[in-house]
């Protein structure tokens, strides 16, 4: 029995070990402020980040009852600041991250601070930098579509907004020189035509005329010849 119960604690034993993350935080000394602590997240985590307050190396406990604040900043001359709040549990101060403790990249002057209440003692304990690095898998992100596509028509653009399908230049100019060709064509054909035209008249005019005059130079030899029989007979 006590080598199954064994065997199962060595199964089961990972299970246990790594069903939660560990927290991760860092240490700071009250006897040595001159010492940086440095703390590395990333944008948009939630960790839970335990502070070990010392003394000369040792525990100190002397801020049971007092708030407890990380605070981060632009730099030591900042007029404002992020807050993450914590609280404290012996030597221990945990600060838990929300969604938006560490909304942004950037480098940022830390601070551990203490307080009582309506700020009766002030205490900060430890300087250093806080290091917020991009997650975009932390961050609000979509899904990756590396066949998407661009309605230009609906884009709302700042600048010169590219050309919907049949309207760009090239197209609207190869138009305009079809056009230009067509319309080209056709008067040209049309003023052949109008020549054409205009020559059959004049030559169907010329026939008429001769036509007349034709026939008009033979009625007038018909006329003579009858008047020359007429004053013949008399």
Excluded at 13 to 31: K, M, R, Y
Excluded at 169 to 183: D, E, K
Aim: hydrophobic share 40%.
């Amino acid at each position: 029995m006590k080598r199954l119960s064994l065997i199962l604690s060595i199964l089961f034993s990972p299970v246990f070990l790594f069903a939660s993350p560990p927290d991760t935080g860092f240490t700071i000394d009250l006897a040595h402020p001159t010492i940086k602590f440095e703390y590395t997240t990333f944008a948009g985590n939630t960790p839970s980040i335990p502070v070990a307050v010392l003394t000369n190396g040792l525990s100190y406990n002397g801020f049971a009852g007092y708030n407890c604040e990380l605070n981060y900043m632009m730099n030591d001359s900042a007029s404002s600041l992020k807050t993450v709040t914590g609280t404290i549990s012996g030597n221990i101060a945990t600060f838990q991250a929300l969604t938006n403790s560490f909304p942004a990249k950037g480098d940022f002057f830390c601070e551990v601070y203490f307080s009582t209440a309506y700020g009766a003692s002030k205490i900060t304990a430890g300087q250093g930098m806080l290091h917020v690095n991009r997650s975009p898998s932390s961050n609000a992100h979509g899904t990756l579509d590396l066949m998407s596509r661009i309605n230009w028509d609906t884009l709302v653009s700042i600048g010169t907004v590219p050309w919907a399908a049949l309207t760009e230049p090239l197209f609207m100019a190869s138009v305009a020189y079809q056009i230009t060709s067509a319309m080209t064509n056709t008067w040209i054909t049309d003023s052949a035509d109008e020549e054409l035209l205009r020559s059959q008249f004049n030559a169907t005019s010329n026939q008429f005329n001769t036509a007349i005059t034709s026939e008009v130079a033979r009625a007038t030899t018909n006329e003579t010849i009858i008047s020359n029989s007429v004053a013949v007979k008399v």
